[in-house]
């Protein structure tokens, strides 16, 4: 009976430990993107970086010819099954656009 015990227990046990890992996933893929090798200042267009990430979460006209351009990849997972919250992880990346042509990018990751 005492074996009986263990496996239900290690059963549960694995169950609550798969079951906090669940991410939930929204916006663009950020987490394997690498702008200092992916974007060309001055070469790299914004129709390149659309059909890498998808279309931008948010779009700000300055000009004529110039554009701010932002994705974000959010990543919320549950915190433990104690506390029974959530934590949240925010990445951005911020690109300024001259004529369709990358000007200057900034990215912010969780923890960096």
Not at 33 to 62: D, W, Y
Request: glycine share 8%; charged share 25%.
């Amino acid at each position: 009976m005492d074996r009986m015990k263990r496996i239900v227990f290690s059963c549960i046990g694995l169950a609550a430990l798969f079951g906090c890992s669940n991410v939930t996933h929204t916006g663009a893929d950020l987490s394997s993107f690498n702008p200092s090798s992916e974007i060309v200042k001055g070469e790299t267009t914004e129709q390149q970086l659309v059909s890498q990430l998808g279309e931008p979460e948010r779009t700000e006209s300055r000009s004529d010819s110039d554009e701010n351009v932002e994705w974000i990849d959010t990543r919320t997972q549950p915190s433990s099954a104690q506390t029974g919250g959530t934590t949240q992880h925010v990445s951005r990346l911020v690109v300024d656009f001259q004529d369709g042509v990358v000007s200057d990018y900034s990215e912010s990751k969780p923890g960096g």
